[in-house]
């Protein structure tokens, strides 16, 4: 059962933001003690993907140390191209942690590629931001060698993947580069993801790392950008998950409306690290949802 102060609509963020209360919001290694059993079970199941699937690993998609990628073909031409962008709060984790749900991909018929960025305080968000569109363009100019349509590009991101993945869908592809189209992702989902940055610039163990200001939380906040003009965002999180993140779940669908975020669901019995590997798991009903998107 959640507590009190996991009750959004019951008690809203405040106004006056409150540390201690933002950090019990959003230490979800706190929230979840067994996180660490997590964490190996997806550095095994990652292991074993690697050693079973053909992959081309630490891929260059740009000159920093961190523009690395791991793309792995889909099993027949003509595929859906999944990018996944990993979370741990823009600061933290690895693409080889999560090879696992490529794994999960390929069994939907996809190609995935799995790119790293550069960590903060070494980036900030917004610079983030760019290296994770750098490299979804990669995937969209390389699609056809991974059996792939590129027409067929979908962006998952869990937690900062979430805002990543988000900022994907809204991204003016042909500005930033003008050998692109305008439109370069056809859909995106967000697990349990993290669509304003206001509350993060306030809690303080997040802000001595990410550094946030002002002007970073209005350019990199999905909810204060307008609605992407096409495109559909899937925001899933789940029910065991802190008030702010159920708020924030659904806030991009206030944001953004329901023709650009037609679902916002709260999963039941899914804490912010079982999501991923309910993602991954055939039958469920996120694996379901998933595999009928991007199909």
């Not at 696992?100 to 968000?125: E, K, R, W």
Request: one cysteine or more.
């Amino acid at each position: 059962m959640p507590r009190p102060d996991d009750l959004p609509h019951r008690f809203p963020a405040p106004t006056q933001p409150d540390p201690q209360w933002l950090e019990r919001m959003y230490n979800n290694r706190m929230r979840v003690p067994e996180h660490g059993e997590y964490f190996a079970r997806w550095v095994a199941q990652s292991a074993l993907v690697r050693g079973a699937l053909a992959g081309a690993l630490d891929v260059p998609y740009g000159k920093a140390p961190r523009e690395r990628l791991d793309a792995f073909a889909a099993p027949r031409r003509g595929a859906p191209l999944v990018v996944f962008v990993h979370g741990g709060y823009w600061k933290s984790m690895d693409k080889s942690q999560h090879s696992f749900v490529a794994g999960a991909l390929h069994d939907m018929g996809a190609a995935a590629v799995l790119p790293n960025y550069t960590l903060c305080p070494q980036a900030s968000i917004a610079q983030i931001t760019l290296q994770v569109a750098r490299s979804v363009a990669w995937a969209w100019r390389n699609a056809r060698t991974l059996n792939a349509d590129p027409r067929r590009l979908t962006v998952i991101g869990h937690s900062a993947g979430g805002q990543l993945a988000a900022m994907m869908l809204a991204c003016a592809w042909n500005v930033l580069d003008a050998g692109l189209p305008a439109h370069v992702v056809r859909s995106a989902v967000g697990l349990s993801g993290l669509y304003d940055l206001e509350p993060l610039m306030n809690t303080p163990s997040l802000q001595e790392v990410l550094r946030l200001t002002p002007q970073q939380v209005h350019q990199a906040s999905p909810v204060r950008l307008p609605a992407p003009a096409q495109g559909q965002l899937l925001a899933v999180v789940g029910s065991q998950e802190s008030g702010e993140y159920l708020r924030l779940n659904r806030a991009i669908q206030q944001a953004w409306g329901r023709e650009r975020v037609p679902q916002a669901l709260a999963l039941p019995g899914l804490n912010h690290f079982s999501i991923v590997e309910a993602l991954a798991t055939p039958g469920h009903r996120l694996n379901r949802m998933v595999r009928d998107l991007i199909g």
